[in-house]
């Protein structure tokens, strides 16, 4: 899997000369403590989180940040359930536990952001880490809870 980061690495650095340093975790050891261990790393006042698989394309990283700038947010979250998103090469199995985790959640907890599950987002650096600070969960539910607690703290979310 190392030279999917590696990809990733070479086409964000070609499309945007963008320099990314890999590194690298004994173990695979949760998503959260992976944020966190690239926060250490991180310089600048925000940061794309994105999977390495390329599952999400670099070049809508352009489109964050003019979001970004445009509305002043905290958060920009890419979704795949509103304007231009969606989903590629995904089986109807994980379209349905997406869509299902998704709609459960807006039952719920009304998050007023229409994809919770998503892994694709910019979020400014401080806001970030108290974020992080405040998540108690494991695993990709994480992802829900990084949502939920910015609406809590009242950040600004934007989607693209």
């Not at 590696?6 to 964000?12: C, G, H, Q």
């Not at 199995?93 to 985790?101: C, E, F, H, T, V």
């Not at 007023?112 to 910019?122: C, E, I, K, W």
Request: aromatic share 12%.
């Amino acid at each position: 899997m190392f030279y999917k980061h590696i990809i990733t690495s070479l086409l964000l650095y070609s499309m945007f000369r963008l320099l990314l340093v890999l590194r690298p975790r004994a173990r695979k050891l949760g998503l959260g403590t992976a944020y966190i261990h690239g926060m250490q790393h991180a310089t600048g006042n925000f940061v794309v989180i994105m999977d390495a698989d390329l599952s999400h394309h670099p070049k809508f990283i352009l489109e964050f940040i003019k979001e970004q700038k445009e509305g002043n947010y905290d958060v920009v979250s890419g979704t795949r359930y509103r304007g231009n998103g969606g989903v590629y090469g995904w089986d109807l199995r994980r379209k349905l536990i997406s869509r299902g985790a998704n709609f459960i959640t807006q039952v719920l907890l009304r998050p007023g952001a229409s994809d919770l599950t998503g892994s694709f987002r910019l979020y400014r650096k401080d806001v970030l880490q108290k974020l992080v600070e405040k998540c108690v969960s494991k695993g990709y539910v994480f992802q829900m809870e990084m949502i939920i607690r910015a609406r809590q703290l009242n950040y600004s979310i934007g989607e693209e």
